[in-house]
């Protein structure tokens, strides 16, 4: 039985570093905005050369609350993927703005960058983009963009912890980079958990009030906030894991490289990635009759996952709000699925899944 993930296994490895640090996190009583989320918010700053990283609960506060440091004019236009997970979507509506999709392209499933100008308007503030997938999107471009038009950017790393576009790590190309730390993400906690980076002292100081109420000085509020604080625990956790990010993901890699050279063709598999631009979140294949090869997969005991099973424009909750169609999103939607790609599964367990795949098409 090849299981999709096993994250007892993908975080033994960080077990013994943490059992040392968690007696001191224990022992000194202070579990809120204690000494851990700091070292943690600057261990994480630097992996990745930006200047600020700010802990909050979850990586949709992350996006949430770098939208309301933006304090953007009302039903202002944020343009982004029609291909990606809900969570940008909910938190743009929720800030009161308009999302305006934009395709996807269908090699890389990120934005397509030549789409983006046409969709452009006196309204338009901001760009969201996805690294979906774990693969950074067309940078070059959307930069280019963004100056062009004085845009905002706010970039959905969720999935891309430790990708990188030209050298660059993604989370720093823009205003704000959001991460999540689920514990599925290639940075996963123990339980929910997020952060913000950006090199702009301004936002930096913002998203430490709306993270905390708005406090600015003990007992006294500014602004208006919210509760998203990253417990010291989590972050006394990450902070060790993150020192296994690199190897975590270069594991990861190679078991890419597995399926790139051994899995056949008949399947759409992704992108060729070279230069540490995808961290293989997930590995997305993409499959007519998706139904059938799942259903041989787990008559072979091969677990697989779907990211994801239904475009955000067509899930109840958003379709009267954006009613419109996006084709390609939704044909890869229709058809992807995630084969298995964890730090916990060896180069034997791929080379298995690919026998396995390669006998069924
Ligand atoms: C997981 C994920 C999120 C949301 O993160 P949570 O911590 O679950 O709130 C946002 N965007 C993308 C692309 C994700 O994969």
Known sequence: ???????KKVNEATVPNFKKVFSSFWNSGSYILGKHLKTFEHNFASFLNSKYAVGVNSGYDALFLSLKCLNLPKNS????????YIAALNAVLANNLKPVLVEPDINTYTIDPNKIEKKITKKSKAILITHLYGRSCQMDQIINIKKKYKLFLIEDCAQSHGSRYKNKFTGTFGEFGCFSFYPTKNLGGLGDGGIVTTNQKKFFKNLN????????????????G????????????????LKKLNSMNKHKIKLAKIYDKHLTDKVVKPAPSENGENVYHIYPIRYKNRKNLINYLKRNKIEVSCHYPVAPHKQNSLKKIINKSF???????KSVISLPISFSHSEKDIRLVCKIINKFV
Do not use: P, W
Request: glycine share 2%.
């Open 209 to 224: 009030y709306l993270r905390n109420y708005g406090f600015k000085k003990k007992n006294f509020t500014e602004i208006i």
């Open 1 to 7: 039985m090849i299981r999709y993930e096993n994250l």
């Open 327 to 333: 084709l390609i999103s939704e044909e890869i939607h």
């Open 226 to 241: 919210f509760n998203s604080r990253l417990d010291d625990f989590q972050a006394a956790f990450l902070n060790k894991k």
């Open 77 to 84: 236009e944020v343009i982004m993927s029609s291909c990606s």
